[in-house]
């Protein structure tokens, strides 16, 4: 159902995990050849970016 | 929808919030019904939202949807993605969500309810979506780059560095200020700390369960950490019934507060995904379920708001912070209204996720409404308290003493009547020993919450469960930002002091990273200390510079917006981000000397040091002080509080004057001399002469 995946995608967007199945879909669309991060990469990679510099500090 | 159907509706809503706010405006007698404030907040939003963004995004920014955001000219699957616009709208509203609009109005009730709802609705109707929208969209015109970056390239070197100061000064006293509100509501409260203990063990469990076992499973897995927690609520109240364990977890404010300052530097300085992640997720989904769960118990409930419209309070003389309705009410009530953090947040990362410009305005101006709506639910929930319980947990001990029957007799003598029997049973039914001096805005909210949510599931039984629940998710949400903060603040600092000693910008370097964290905890944890022993409660003395230091980067960012219109020559709609910025300015510049000058030593920080300097030349020791080395903190402490305010002074009015020049610079060319990024290949012509012509 379109809502619960709009729904899922949001959830992991609050806590900074965009969608991975776009990333793929982008990654094979403009590099065949280069394999795209795995889930657990992908996942990683964002987790670690989210408390860098700029990150998920918000106070109001 | 047809020019006449939108004028009826738009009609009828315009009637019915004039309505309502005739009703909260000049009701007397009897208290109203919450739900008259709500519908009234409502139906400004949809006027607001309808008209003046659609405004604001057709004639002052001029957006243009066939222009390619940079989402779409990067599209890289990871950090540029053009998102649909719902799902960035729940992103981009919890990134802007915080603890800020849920302290300031319970604060600001002490002036009455309406003073509050007003500023709330007005403010952020005209300048805080306002900024938010513009930042966003000037942020999205440059490749989503950085406010500082941005404040750089059209003002000039100085001024960015100036902003960037700006920016770690403020961010060192949100951090102070916010881990001060989690100590005023877990001290002397074994069933608070237990729960917000156990979060850590939580959030560990968490990590190493999504690092080794299911990487990625983050719905799981905070499912997994809901559960805990709500078996960590109720496993607080026997825990706070026991005899041994009760009084270990009763903690003083000074021990909680060196107790956060390790733990700070700790979550900071270990990998994120162990700790600082997992207590993210948690805090992210429990804070949005909390604020749905407020809105919908206000709407079951329908609870009474309590708290007179106007109280005398109004005058500067109130218990919770010193300082009359002008220009303190302005800095009470930041987040809801106006804030500059915000103006962060939104040329963060939204702005590469953006698929159109003309979503600009439901993402930009629709979320800050949103947040005001929380800002309103955190008011009705102080207000609905009776305001005899209200004043007798936000006083200070100095004003109403250590004991029910003082509370009640000093609150009674503001003319709010409450027996010492009955403030006692409050404390009974929310599970602590007392509610007295709970100042913070964290336990009056969390009071508020219970009687409302109660109301739904429960009644008075599980009133306990629902005001540690409260107090939970505020602690656990203010606990993750102040260590994430501490995080950024470290970055910021090693950058500064990358300019002298090169080694410090190395992030992966341990080194680096353990004096910078050192040096930004010790930052902050010098203003939570002070704040801690202060008599008056150091909320009272530290809120107003925390919101002073929040209006003045909106100020920044609203100047900045006026000198990129100018740079459009747009000038002619400059006004929609000057009008508020000249008044942010007003409040802050009011506010800010006052808080040096004023002579009430409640006020004025240096009249304050004064009054000790004095005493301690004389050889007397004020309370609460005990001996001489206490008074010269003391004293040290009030003039570094000043050394803040003016440091805060100087910003605004730097920019202020960068600011000007840059408009009249702008004014006598004749061409546009924005540096944005080009409008892409994919605009015709024509679409360059319409864009032109619009202007």
């Known amino acids: 159902m379109r809502w619960g995946k709009d729904a899922r995608r949001t959830a992991s967007l609050m806590v900074g995990q965009p969608d991975y199945e776009v990333y793929v879909a982008h990654a094979e669309a403009t590099h065949p050849e280069q394999p795209p991060l795995d889930r657990t990469a992908f996942f990683r990679l964002h987790e670690a970016r989210r408390f860098g510099a700029g990150g998920a500090f918000r106070c109001c | 929808m047809g020019k006449l159907k939108t004028a009826l509706i738009f009609g009828a809503i315009a009637i019915l919030g004039a309505v309502c706010l005739a009703v909260i405006a000049l009701h007397q007698g009897e208290s109203i019904s919450a739900v008259w404030i709500v519908v009234a907040a409502l139906c400004v939003?949809?006027?607001?939202?309808?008209?003046?963004?659609?405004?604001?995004?057709?004639?002052?920014?001029?957006?243009?949807?066939?222009?390619?955001?940079?989402?779409?000219?990067?599209?890289?699957?990871?950090?540029?993605?053009?998102?649909?616009?719902?799902?960035?709208?729940?992103?981009?509203?919890?990134?802007?969500?915080?603890?800020?609009?849920?302290?300031?109005?319970?604060?600001?009730?002490?002036?009455?309810?309406?003073?509050?709802?007003?500023?709330?609705?007005?403010?952020?109707?005209?300048?805080?979506?306002?900024?938010?929208?513009?930042?966003?969209?000037?942020?999205?015109?440059?490749?989503?780059?950085?406010?500082?970056?941005?404040?750089?390239?059209?003002?000039?070197?100085?001024?960015?560095?100036?902003?960037?100061?700006?920016?770690?000064?403020?961010?060192?006293?949100?951090?102070?200020?916010?881990?001060?509100?989690?100590?005023?509501?877990?001290?002397?409260?074994?069933?608070?700390?237990?729960?917000?203990?156990?979060?850590?063990?939580?959030?560990?469990?968490?990590?190493?369960?999504?690092?080794?076992?299911?990487?990625?499973?983050?719905?799981?897995?905070?499912?997994?950490?809901?559960?805990?927690?709500?078996?960590a609520i109720i496993g607080g109240g026997h825990i706070a019934a026991d005899p041994f364990w009760g009084p270990a977890f009763t903690l003083s404010g000074t021990t909680l507060a060196i107790a956060m300052m390790a733990y700070g530097f700790v979550a900071s300085v270990i990998p994120v995904w162990l700790l600082l992640a997992p207590r993210d997720y948690l805090s992210t989904f429990l804070k949005i379920g909390a604020i749905l769960a407020l809105a919908v118990g206000i709407l079951i409930v329908r609870p009474h708001v309590q708290m007179p419209a106007i109280t005398p309070f109004i005058d500067g003389t109130g218990p919770v912070f010193s300082g009359a309705l002008f220009p303190f009410l302005f800095i009470t009530?930041?987040?809801?209204?106006?804030?500059?953090?915000?103006?962060?947040?939104?040329?963060?990362?939204?702005?590469?996720?953006?698929?159109?410009?003309?979503?600009?305005?439901?993402?930009?101006?629709?979320?800050?409404?949103?947040?005001?709506?929380?800002?309103?639910?955190?008011?009705?929930?102080?207000?609905?308290?009776?305001?005899?319980?209200?004043?007798?947990?936000?006083?200070?001990?100095?004003?109403?003493?250590?004991?029910?029957?003082?509370?009640?007799?000093?609150?009674?003598?503001?003319?709010?009547?409450?027996?010492?029997?009955?403030?006692?049973?409050?404390?009974?039914?929310?599970?602590?020993?007392?509610?007295?001096?709970?100042?913070?805005?964290?336990?009056?909210?969390?009071?508020?919450?219970?009687?409302?949510?109660?109301?739904?599931?429960?009644?008075?039984?599980?009133?306990?469960?629902?005001?540690?629940?409260?107090?939970?998710?505020?602690?656990?949400?203010i606990l993750t930002t102040v260590d994430a903060g501490t995080r950024v603040c470290r970055f910021m600092i090693q950058d500064l002091l990358g300019v002298a000693v090169p080694k410090m910008r190395e992030t992966k370097s341990w080194t680096a990273n353990v004096v910078a964290t050192a040096l930004t905890v010790s930052l902050w944890g010098y203003f939570l200390y002070t704040g801690v022993v202060d008599p008056l409660g150091g909320i009272n003395s530290l809120w107003p510079l925390f919101g002073i230091a929040n209006q003045m980067l909106a100020a920044v960012a609203l100047i900045l917006g006026t000198v990129v219109l100018f740079k459009m020559k747009r000038?002619?709609?400059?006004?929609?981000?000057?009008?508020?910025?000249?008044?942010?300015?007003?409040?802050?510049?009011?506010?800010?000397?006052?808080?040096?000058?004023?002579?009430?030593?409640?006020?004025?920080?240096?009249?304050?040091?004064?009054?000790?300097?004095?005493?301690?030349?004389?050889?007397?020791?004020?309370?609460?002080?005990?001996?001489?080395?206490?008074?010269?903190?003391?004293?040290?402490?009030?003039?570094?509080?000043?050394?803040?305010?003016?440091?805060?002074?100087f910003v605004v009015l730097t920019m202020v004057v960068y600011g000007v020049r840059a408009c009249l610079k702008a004014r006598k060319i004749n061409h546009p001399t924005v540096v944005e990024q080009p409008a892409a290949h994919e605009l015709t012509l024509e679409d360059e002469a319409m864009d032109t012509a619009r202007a």
């Open chain 2, 45 to 231: 939003y949809a006027i607001a939202y309808r008209f003046y963004a659609r405004y604001l995004a057709g004639k002052v920014m001029g957006l243009n949807a066939k222009r390619p955001t940079p989402a779409v000219r990067h599209n890289d699957g990871l950090d540029y993605v053009p998102t649909p616009r719902n799902v960035l709208f729940g992103h981009h509203f919890a990134a802007i969500a915080g603890a800020g609009p849920l302290v300031g109005p319970v604060l600001a009730a002490q002036m009455g309810y309406l003073p509050g709802v007003l500023w709330i609705l007005v403010g952020a109707v005209l300048a805080g979506a306002v900024q938010d929208m513009m930042v966003l969209f000037m942020s999205t015109r440059r490749d989503g780059r950085s406010l500082g970056d941005m404040v750089r390239t059209e003002m000039g070197p100085i001024p960015g560095i100036i902003a960037q100061v700006g920016v770690l000064m403020i961010m060192v006293i949100i951090l102070a200020v916010l881990a001060l509100v989690v100590v005023k509501a877990l001290a002397e409260s074994p069933w608070g700390t237990f729960t917000v203990a156990a979060t850590i063990p939580i959030a560990v469990f968490m990590g190493l369960y999504t690092r080794y076992l299911r990487p990625g499973r983050v719905g799981e897995v905070s499912v997994i950490g809901v559960v805990l927690l709500i078996l």
């Open chain 2, 333 to 477: 009530i930041a987040c809801g209204a106006v804030s500059g953090f915000h103006a962060l947040i939104s040329s963060g990362t939204t702005p590469k996720l953006l698929e159109n410009e003309n979503q600009i305005p439901l993402i930009g101006y629709g979320a800050m409404l949103c947040e005001s709506f929380v800002a309103i639910m955190a008011l009705i929930a102080a207000t609905v308290l009776d305001p005899a319980v209200y004043f007798a947990m936000n006083s200070p001990v100095s004003v109403i003493g250590d004991n029910a029957a003082s509370a009640a007799a000093a609150v009674a003598q503001w003319g709010f009547h409450i027996t010492p029997g009955e403030l006692e049973q409050l404390a009974r039914d929310v599970g602590e020993h007392s509610i007295l001096s709970r100042a913070g805005g964290a336990p009056t909210l969390a009071v508020g919450m219970a009687h409302i949510l109660s109301g739904i599931i429960g009644g008075k039984a599980m009133m306990a469960f629902w005001y540690h629940f409260a107090i939970l998710f505020e602690a656990l949400f």
């Open chain 2, 571 to 649: 000038e002619r709609f400059a006004w929609a981000t000057a009008v508020p910025a000249v008044w942010l300015l007003i409040c802050t510049l009011t506010a800010g000397f006052q808080k040096l000058l004023h002579p009430d030593v409640k006020i004025g920080f240096l009249a304050h040091a004064r009054k000790y300097q004095d005493a301690l030349a004389a050889g007397d020791i004020l309370a609460p002080a005990k001996t001489a080395g206490d008074m010269h903190r003391i004293i040290i402490n009030d003039y570094v509080n000043s050394a803040l305010t003016a440091g805060f002074l």
